[in-house]
């Protein structure tokens, strides 16, 4: 694509990342889109999505959606590690 930063990202990771930004619009489960689009298991999608979150060259292709992606995950592994967070009731 005209405009597209050069990337060491392999197509596939560009597809998963292209996948990541867009899977909501597609009907039905999320699992089930995965395996019809990329032709993976979902637990493959996510130990490749996993990975090329942390590539460098994935931050610079689409920051916005990368640092979501890190984020959510650091939270996942906060909440499993730590528990979750305590709210204090309101009275």
Same mark, same amino acid.
């Given at each position: 694509?005209?405009?597209? %930063?050069?990337? =060491?990202?392999?197509?596939?990771? $560009? !597809?998963?990342? =292209?996948?990541?930004? &867009? #899977? #909501? $619009? !597609? @009907?039905? %489960?999320?699992?089930? &889109?995965?395996?019809? $689009? *990329? $032709?993976?298991?979902?637990?493959?999608?996510?130990?490749? *999505?996993?990975?090329?979150?942390?590539? @460098? /060259? &994935?931050? /610079? *292709?689409? %920051?916005?959606?990368?640092?979501?992606?890190?984020?959510?995950?650091?939270? +996942?592994?906060? +909440?499993?590690?730590?528990? @979750?967070?305590?709210?204090?009731?309101? +009275?």
């Amino acid at each position: 694509m005209v405009g597209m %930063p050069l990337t =060491d990202l392999t197509p596939t990771e $560009q !597809s998963i990342l =292209d996948f990541e930004r &867009a #899977w #909501w $619009q !597609s @009907p039905g %489960p999320k699992g089930a &889109a995965i395996r019809t $689009q *990329l $032709q993976m298991s979902p637990s493959a999608y996510y130990r490749r *999505l996993d990975a090329v979150i942390d590539h @460098p /060259d &994935a931050l /610079d *292709l689409d %920051p916005l959606l990368v640092r979501r992606l890190r984020r959510a995950r650091a939270d +996942r592994r906060r +909440r499993r590690y730590v528990g @979750p967070t305590r709210r204090r009731r309101l +009275r």
